[in-house]
C-alpha cells in the first residue's frame, strides 16, 4: 500500500487521537443511552463519560449512531 | 406526513411504564399492548431521523426496523442494566439496526477489491515539489514520508493495511468494512486500534512528532 496524501494525512491525525485507554464500538454503546439522556437533561455528559466522548469523535458509525438517538428521544419525549 | 404519522402511532409518551413494568410485560409471553406501545415508539422515533435520510417511504421502513429492533430487544432484555429509561435503551437498538441496515444497502454492490488505491497519486509534500525550497528540508520531509511508509509496509499486518485503507482512504463506515473482511464491528475498531498504536509507538521509537508532521501535510 504505497501512501497518498489523504491517507498519510490521516494516518498521521489518527496517531495524535490515539490513547492507551480507548473505548471500543461496543464498550461505547453499552454507555450510550446513558450519555444521550445526560445530554437531553442538559447536563454535560462530555465531561462525565470523556471515553464515549473521544470514541464519537473518532467512530463515525457511532457518531452518526448517537446524533440519531438523539433525535428520535426528542421525536418521543 | 408527520401529522399522519403521529395520528397512526398515537402512542403515548416514552414513560407510559416504568422500567420494571416493562421488563415484567415484556417478559415472555410478552404482553402485546405493551409490544404495540413499544413498536409505535420505536417507530415514531426511527421515522424521526429517517424522513431526512431517506428517500422514499420512510414510515415503511420506520416500521420495517422496529420490527426487526423488537425481536433484538425481546432477544437481549436480560442486558439491559437499568441505568437508563427502558425506552432510551430499546430506542438506542433500534436506531443501531436501522442505521446498519442502511450502510450495509448503501455499500452492497462494492467490493474491498474495487477499492485499490491510485498509486500515482502519491503524496509529494508540497516543499518537495518546490525548486526553490530548502534543499536540507526537502531532505528531511522525503525522509519523514518514507519512515511513515516504511512504518506502514513493516510494522502493520496486511489485514491491518486494508482496514486502514477502507476506513482512512475510501471513508467506508466501520462495520461495512467488518462486514466486508468478515468480521464484527467490535473486532474491527480493535484491530484498527492496535494498528494505530503500533504506528504510534514507532513515531515514539523514531522521534517522530506527530503534532508537527501534520503541519506539514
Not at chain 1, 437531553?40 to 471515553?51: F, H, V, W
Not at chain 2, 476506513?167 to 468494512?177: R, S, T
Amino acid at each position: 500500500m504505497k501512501l497518498n496524501k489523504k491517507m498519510l494525512k490521516n494516518i498521521v491525525k489518527a496517531v495524535t487521537v490515539t490513547h492507551d485507554d480507548e473505548l471500543s464500538c461496543d464498550e461505547c454503546f453499552k454507555e450510550l443511552d446513558r450519555f444521550v439522556e445526560m445530554k437531553l437533561e442538559g447536563k454535560s455528559p462530555e465531561e462525565a463519560m470523556p471515553l464515549v466522548k473521544e470514541h464519537l469523535k473518532k467512530c463515525g458509525s457511532c457518531q452518526e449512531e448517537y446524533k440519531a438517538l438523539l433525535e428520535s428521544l426528542k421525536a418521543i419525549a | 406526513m408527520f401529522k399522519w404519522i403521529k395520528r397512526k402511532f398515537k402512542g403515548g409518551s416514552s414513560s407510559h411504564y416504568t422500567n420494571e413494568e416493562w421488563l415484567q410485560l415484556l417478559d415472555e409471553p410478552a404482553d402485546q399492548q405493551a409490544l404495540d406501545h413499544l413498536r409505535n415508539l420505536l417507530v415514531r422515533g426511527l421515522y424521526a431521523f429517517l424522513v431526512g435520510k431517506v428517500d422514499q417511504q420512510p414510515d415503511q421502513l420506520a416500521e420495517d426496523f422496529a420490527q426487526d429492533a423488537i425481536l433484538k430487544i425481546l432477544d437481549h432484555l436480560h442486558t439491559f442494566r437499568g441505568e437508563s429509561k427502558f425506552t432510551t435503551w430499546a430506542m438506542k437498538i433500534a436506531v443501531r439496526e436501522a442505521l446498519t441496515e442502511l450502510r450495509r444497502k448503501r455499500w452492497d454492490d462494492i467490493s474491498i477489491n474495487d477499492l485499490k488505491p491510485d498509486d500515482n497519486e502519491r503524496f509529494v509534500p508540497p516543499q518537495m515539489a518546490d525548486n526553490k525550497a530548502d534543499p536540507e528540508q526537502v531532505t528531511s520531509d522525503r525522509m519523514l514520508l518514507e519512515k511513515v511508509q516504511h512504518i506502514v509496509d513493516e510494522v502493520l499486518t496486511e489485514k491491518q493495511r486494508t482496514a486502514i485503507r477502507l476506513v482512512m482512504y475510501e471513508d467506508l463506515p466501520i462495520d461495512v468494512v467488518a462486514e466486508k473482511m468478515g468480521s464484527n464491528r467490535n473486532s474491527m475498531y480493535k484491530l484498527i486500534y492496535d494498528a494505530r498504536k503500533k504506528i504510534k509507538g514507532e513515531f515514539e521509537k523514531q522521534g517522530l512528532d506527530p503534532e508537527e508532521l501534520l503541519t506539514k501535510l
